[in-house]
């Protein structure tokens, strides 16, 4: 068994004694590789530099407890990874030391159907565990485009996006509470009350947003309690087109703001991103050349809601002059959301030329308001980027209703970039985190903020977040300092050393 110099034989030795299975403790290269990196840009020249020392594979809350108290008293970096498909680099190891993989700890461990809920490990994935609950009639819908491969670990790691989030809540309002292994090893519960089952309370701090979206730099969860909701009995989705954005724009808010309690999302696509879809995508359905933008609207519930509901989304959807797109490709489109990702892994150079690529997305949250002056300001960025550099390429714009049940204020707006990672070298990957960092600066300037569910963990991203946090930004380093005395919950994300820097070394 070889592992690197910086950890040593002695520590494998104890997390073999910890995990006592084979195949628990991981030290191989490929193993190793394989969980440096994360499906968005990397920098693959320098993929050495990402890898963990060791890996381990935990079953029980217990185990996870020892792993980080290990951790903790020869501190070492200890990193949290679920699907990893996170798209921030949240996952990715920047210093090295142990990297904690919780598939294993995939359980169903009750499904409670009078009080509707379901507790899990966090290594399960939504899709699985609704397999699990469709004899029950009931689902947890938790419902990212990355569905089947995201896990409920991650979910909560990043404080995700449903696109189902305007009808029953995103990943916070539908995990109920969890149980996390905090950075000096201790295991706590975390909750909207005092019960696991408990969705509100009054009592004492409301701890649970703070241990949401943290990125593993606060903890690991080693078990989830989630909300079950009746599944949905129809569904009904419509797109609209449109021959220019801005009444797409005005039409996604009346949609938006229409009142119907079934509503799950309202998306819109600008003209790059039609454009984009029109050139590359294999699975784009030809749409006419008038097509310069699209609204997506999509229901969910019982029969006798979505019906009626149906003819007031139609009405709307119409009333600006946008065109409804027939029932097949509406319905056929909508079915396909957790699949079209898989799809943009080519672009062009700037001749025109098809070179494979991969995926950059930004994903701000921004005011409704401010929508088409960001949007014009990220183009401009993107276009003065491809011109200079030849990794790029602008796979235009999207946007999506962000707020849960009230779906008409900030909405989620995400520019999508091709990046050319063969060609990747430090000159380039550089370049790339100074374009990240100028389409985060724009959202901060309009009053948004830079990242409404993947996370500010990236290069560029990261060094923006003492900006976007102001004055509260001195409380969240003396949480991470109180938390975690010793820095080794994935360290090097989000600015946080800053918060043992100045006087406050461990
Ligand atoms: C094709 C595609 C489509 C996507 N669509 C969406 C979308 O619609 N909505 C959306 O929100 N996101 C989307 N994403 C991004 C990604 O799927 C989400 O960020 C997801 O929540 C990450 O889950 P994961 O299990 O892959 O976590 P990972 O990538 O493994 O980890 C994410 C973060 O959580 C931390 N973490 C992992 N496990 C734990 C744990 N047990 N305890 C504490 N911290 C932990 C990690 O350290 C890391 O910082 C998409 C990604 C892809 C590739």
């Given at each position: 068994m070889t592992v690197t110099a910086?950890?040593?034989n002695e520590v494998v030795d104890r997390l073999n004694e910890i995990l006592?299975?084979?195949?628990?403790?991981l030290t191989s290269r490929s193993s190793r590789f394989n969980r440096?990196?994360?499906?968005?840009?990397?920098p693959v020249h320098r993929?050495?530099?990402?890898?963990?020392?060791v890996v381990v594979l935990p079953r029980t809350t217990e185990q996870v407890s020892r792993i980080v108290k290990l951790a903790n008293e020869l501190k070492v970096p200890i990193v949290p990874r679920a699907g990893?498909?996170?798209?921030?680099?949240?996952?990715?190891?920047?210093?090295?030391g142990i990297l904690v993989d919780v598939?294993?700890?995939?359980?169903?461990k009750e499904i409670d159907l009078v009080n509707n809920t379901v507790t899990v490990g966090p290594g399960i994935n939504m899709q699985t565990l609704n397999r699990h609950l469709r004899p029950h009639g009931v689902?947890?819908?938790?419902?990212?485009?990355s569905y089947a491969c995201a896990l409920v670990g991650g979910r909560i790691g990043t404080s995700g996006l449903s696109l189902l989030g305007a009808r029953y809540g995103h990943t916070r309002d539908l995990v109920i509470s969890f149980e996390m292994v905090l950075p000096t090893g201790e295991v706590i519960e975390v909750g909207d009350?005092?019960?696991?089952?408990?969705?509100?309370s009054s009592t004492g701090y409301q701890l649970k947003h703070l241990f949401m979206g943290h990125q593993g730099t606060l903890g690991i969860v080693t078990e989830a309690t989630l909300e079950l909701v009746p599944r949905a009995e129809t569904e009904f989705a419509a797109f609209f087109l449109f021959e220019d954005y801005d009444t797409a724009y005005r039409t996604f808010s009346k949609l938006a703001k229409?009142?119907?309690?079934?509503?799950?999302g309202v998306m819109l696509f600008d003209p790059e991103k039609v454009d984009y879809l029109r050139r590359d995508d294999e699975a784009y359905i030809v749409q006419p050349a008038w097509v310069k933008a699209v609204c997506a609207v999509s229901l969910l519930g019982t029969r006798v809601e979505v019906e009626p509901a149906r003819d007031v989304v139609m009405k709307l959807g119409r009333s600006l002059g946008g065109r409804y797109i027939g029932d097949e490709i509406a319905s056929g489109d909508w079915a396909a959301r957790h699949d079209r990702?898989?799809?943009?892994l080519h672009g062009r150079d700037k001749n025109g030329k098809v070179i494979p690529m991969s995926w950059h997305c930004e994903d701000a949250a921004i005011p409704y308001s401010e929508v088409p002056e960001v949007l014009r300001k990220w183009h401009a960025i993107a276009r003065r980027y491809c011109e200079q550099y030849e990794i790029f390429d602008d796979w235009g714009a999207f946007a999506y209703t962000n707020a849960?049940?009230?779906?008409?204020?900030d909405i989620l707006l995400e520019i999508d970039m091709g990046l050319w990672e063969d060609r990747m070298d430090e000159y380039s990957w550089q370049a790339f985190v100074s374009l990240k960092k100028e389409i985060a600066q724009v959202a901060i300037d309009h009053?948004?903020?830079?990242?409404?569910?993947?996370?500010?963990?990236r290069a560029g991203d990261a060094e923006l977040v003492p900006t976007e946090m102001g004055a509260s930004w001195e409380v969240m380093k003396a949480i991470k300092r109180a938390l975690d005395p010793h820095n080794i919950m994935n360290p090097g994300k989000q600015s946080l050393d800053e918060a043992y820097s100045d006087g406050h070394r461990s």
């Amino acid at each position: 068994m070889t592992v690197t110099a910086s950890l040593g034989n002695e520590v494998v030795d104890r997390l073999n004694e910890i995990l006592d299975e084979p195949g628990a403790v991981l030290t191989s290269r490929s193993s190793r590789f394989n969980r440096a990196r994360v499906p968005a840009p990397f920098p693959v020249h320098r993929w050495e530099e990402f890898l963990p020392d060791v890996v381990v594979l935990p079953r029980t809350t217990e185990q996870v407890s020892r792993i980080v108290k290990l951790a903790n008293e020869l501190k070492v970096p200890i990193v949290p990874r679920a699907g990893g498909t996170g798209l921030a680099d949240g996952a990715v190891p920047m210093r090295g030391g142990i990297l904690v993989d919780v598939k294993r700890m995939d359980q169903v461990k009750e499904i409670d159907l009078v009080n509707n809920t379901v507790t899990v490990g966090p290594g399960i994935n939504m899709q699985t565990l609704n397999r699990h609950l469709r004899p029950h009639g009931v689902i947890y819908p938790d419902d990212p485009a990355s569905y089947a491969c995201a896990l409920v670990g991650g979910r909560i790691g990043t404080s995700g996006l449903s696109l189902l989030g305007a009808r029953y809540g995103h990943t916070r309002d539908l995990v109920i509470s969890f149980e996390m292994v905090l950075p000096t090893g201790e295991v706590i519960e975390v909750g909207d009350g005092g019960g696991r089952k408990v969705r509100k309370s009054s009592t004492g701090y409301q701890l649970k947003h703070l241990f949401m979206g943290h990125q593993g730099t606060l903890g690991i969860v080693t078990e989830a309690t989630l909300e079950l909701v009746p599944r949905a009995e129809t569904e009904f989705a419509a797109f609209f087109l449109f021959e220019d954005y801005d009444t797409a724009y005005r039409t996604f808010s009346k949609l938006a703001k229409s009142g119907l309690a079934t509503l799950a999302g309202v998306m819109l696509f600008d003209p790059e991103k039609v454009d984009y879809l029109r050139r590359d995508d294999e699975a784009y359905i030809v749409q006419p050349a008038w097509v310069k933008a699209v609204c997506a609207v999509s229901l969910l519930g019982t029969r006798v809601e979505v019906e009626p509901a149906r003819d007031v989304v139609m009405k709307l959807g119409r009333s600006l002059g946008g065109r409804y797109i027939g029932d097949e490709i509406a319905s056929g489109d909508w079915a396909a959301r957790h699949d079209r990702y898989a799809n943009p892994l080519h672009g062009r150079d700037k001749n025109g030329k098809v070179i494979p690529m991969s995926w950059h997305c930004e994903d701000a949250a921004i005011p409704y308001s401010e929508v088409p002056e960001v949007l014009r300001k990220w183009h401009a960025i993107a276009r003065r980027y491809c011109e200079q550099y030849e990794i790029f390429d602008d796979w235009g714009a999207f946007a999506y209703t962000n707020a849960a049940h009230k779906p008409w204020g900030d909405i989620l707006l995400e520019i999508d970039m091709g990046l050319w990672e063969d060609r990747m070298d430090e000159y380039s990957w550089q370049a790339f985190v100074s374009l990240k960092k100028e389409i985060a600066q724009v959202a901060i300037d309009h009053g948004g903020s830079m990242s409404s569910c993947h996370g500010a963990t990236r290069a560029g991203d990261a060094e923006l977040v003492p900006t976007e946090m102001g004055a509260s930004w001195e409380v969240m380093k003396a949480i991470k300092r109180a938390l975690d005395p010793h820095n080794i919950m994935n360290p090097g994300k989000q600015s946080l050393d800053e918060a043992y820097s100045d006087g406050h070394r461990s």
